[in-house]
């Protein structure tokens, strides 16, 4: 999985939303001194660390001449500071594919909003309607049962469009399954199930961030005209 965008909205010196495109192999920030290079990359740490221990703070983090007009809003709309989009590999891609059922294309993107209260919102759109004419084909379900769900589009309609069919003991069986997933699916998913499950997914082969400089490694002591 690759980073291929990322966007800094409020961090430290930046006050205005920055977005730089990531490339494959190298991508170089130039800049003077003190133009914001290190800051960009302590946000995209920040945003994933790899070693769990960065986060953000707004009090050392969010833009000092905006902090106290942010910070009457933080605790019930905390801003964003990293928009990160990342795109999958072929291989990746087939593989969610043949897991899910999904018919996501080579060029699937999807975004991760990182808020200053070290919350996420997940921006991902899946096509249901593959993953649904998979389940009932493979299915046991009585004709009656299929009848219906033909004019299904998610899976969190199915339990309302069996719910006037007298369900078979497979009907029964497959209707456990559903809602079970449906039930794992949290109010912030908007009843999309299989959005959720392609984010549980992605989520622990997204790209983490190391940041290490020059500063990091000097020593404790050091001879100065050395």
Known sequence: MFLISAKVEFFKSINTPQTVQIDEE???LVGMNEAGKTVFLKALEKSNDAQGLAKFHPVSDYPRKEYAKYQKQHNEHPAVAT????????????????????????DFTFSVTHLYDNAIRIS???DEQPVLNT????????????????TA???????KLLAD????????LFLADIEKRIDATSENWNSRVVDREVWEWLKPRIPQFL????????PSKINIPD
Request: charge should be negative.
């Open 26 to 28: 190298v991508t170089v």
């Open 83 to 106: 928009v990160l989009t990342y795109r999958l590999t072929d291989d990746e891609i087939g593989d969610l594919n043949t897991e899910l059922h999904t018919e996501l294309s080579t």
């Open 211 to 218: 940041y290490f400089s020059d500063y990091d490694i000097l």
């Open 165 to 172: 069919v007298s369900p078979t003991e497979d009907d029964k």
């Open 153 to 159: 589009k998610k899976l969190s309609d199915i339990p």
């Open 124 to 126: 991902i759109t899946v």
């Open 135 to 150: 389940l009932i084909a493979k299915s046991s379900l009585g004709s009656d049962a299929k009848k219906v769900l033909a």
